[in-house]
């Protein structure tokens, strides 16, 4: 019972059971009984308010409004009032279109827009809670726009307050969603609103750091239950080891209040809006094309520079980073959708960008000037990966504005904007670094950065693609070999693969060679080969040992995918003449290509120049020493080569994928130690 109800007489209390006596047969009578008693305690608000009922219960909208209003101007602070018109408000802030609902509407509608505004904001006063306090200042604000000069920055202000009060370990949250999502673009927007440059860069940080924070949720992760406090957590977040997040997710709401359909689009909008308070011609940026947008960078840049126009400064600063982030996201779902919460890619696996060595023959330009590549790279593709143009687009996008962010002028200004936006904290621009130290050919870089790196199972593959690569293009042929062998084994483990191939570089390419290599054993294995032929082919033409493993290992190798790595055969075969002998037991047992057997047939003849060939069987020496033994002369030799070259060409159908699946399976110590 209200406090009024409790001190009326029990005449007014009569009127009121009259008038609720006659109502369900004699509407007016009841109108009467209520009228007669206004007439005799016209002071009374529970016989004002039994007669608002009365009319809003019959559909007269226009005087219970009127009722409405009176009340308001003699009893603001009767709770029954309070909690009518919190109804009201709380239907004006859905979307509903139930008969209460509209009715309510409708009522709101026929009020004087300042009883409007003054209802809203005793709504709001009333409101102990912020994010439902919130809800009723932005029903304010978006109806009575001349309200946010006054009414936007405190509210900026409240919800930067409570959300630091709330102490929550990460910006996804409902405070923060409400701040950059919804009041900051009504207060942005606002011409009559006065704020400081350092009050528009806070909040444009406060809005990059929700934002991006909100589109890159890793997809298995969980928020912390020690980092949110229990009056910001609604009952439909229960985090645990169990409920592992599946969809993007705001701590402090319910799941349908958590969509933010263009959150890039949002940022960019907060972005022009903050951009004109500071005095940024900004215009449609965002919208241009990579392109055109590095274009419009340069310009800026070069006028920032020439003039140290500090405007010119940030506004370069803000859009480059920006753009770096926008890229990287974009990138980075595409190559690895692991990373973020609901990303997919039309190759639905991970992908990894490595270097493709170039398979240069061993007498031609020096090694010194064939490093001197073009510094921007030509990126292939694995086959079967389609519109791998934007994905290529985004990492040039983004390499070329962390070049310019880290560069003398801005170097210092981004390093703080790092700070506030907590830059270290984001795995998955860590393992975009990665991929842009190997875009930019700084592969000692990158191997420090992955041997800092803890990956789970999955990501360790595609840091073991990086570390292979990179060993290969730094020539560390034992390091490279050792990390190759740990993917094949984890290949093999798996699965059969089937027969693959590497697209082939185009011949004397001016630049790098990248490939976006999707991480499918049927992809991964030509590359690993790839790599291993180049350090055989390294340590094969460059030691000064007279050893023919690395060789013999190179030739088994290069009848993979054949005749692709012919050119390295044909050069292994200029060094054997050159040198007069080869020596490699494992031939027979997995060269069995018959242009190779062919080629060697003809240097062990008489035309061919009679080389010395140690390339037996262990049997067939054996027989050969005795027959030395015995006879005193080694005249069987000819034909025991012969009789085996006969035989190995019967093997020349022989399925060369799995002969070299055997070879790197069972002959793994040796290539280690050909290597090492």
Known sequence: MDKMDAEMSEDERWFILQSRSCKPTDIYASKAWLLTGKDVYPKNFSMQFEDYLLEKESGKVKQAAQYLYEMFQSFPNEEKLLREVQCIAETLQTESVTGDSVLYRDLFTCLPNDIQCKLLLNVSDQTKDTIEQCKTMLLILNRFPSMIAQQGVQLVESLMSAEKHAHSHTPVNCYRKYLVHDVLPLVLRNEATDLAPKQLFKWLQKAIEFYVCYVSQPPSGEIDDKSASSDILSPTKKYSSANLKRSTSIL??????????????????VMKLAGLKLGWRIGDFFNKSRESQLQELDVLQDQSVKSNNPVLLKQTL???TILLLDCVYQYMGKVDPTQFVGKSSSYNQQTALVEIP???????????KRQKLSGCPDIMSSPGMIQTTPIISNLSTASKCWDLLHSEKYIKDFSKLKQHLHFDSWNWLKVFKSDLLIYQGNFMESINLLCQSKGNSTVKLREELHLASNYCCISKSAKCCETVMSIVNQLFSVKAISDSSLPSSPANAKNRQLMLLACSPENILPYCIHLLLMCCKEKAFTSSLSDDLPLGHMIVLSQYNWP??????????????????????????????????????????????????DILPVNAKLLAQQRVTTRGVNKGVKEDFKVAMDKQVYRSDENIHQLITTFLTKEESSIHESLS
């Open 252 to 269: 402090g709401l319910p799941d349908k209040e958590c969509h933010i359909s263009r959150p890039w689009d949002n940022l960019f909008d």
């Open 318 to 320: 803000y859009c480059s």
């Open 358 to 368: 170039q398979c240069t023959l061993a007498n031609s330009e020096p090694k010194q």
């Open 564 to 613: 692709q790595y012919d050119f390295l055969f044909l050069d292994a075969v200029q060094k054997i003449k050159k040198d007069g002998c080869f020596s490699y037991s494992n031939f027979f047992n997995y060269i069995v290509n018959i242009d190779m057997l062919e080629e060697f047939a003809y240097i062990k003849s008489h035309d061919g120049g009679k080389l010395n060939l």
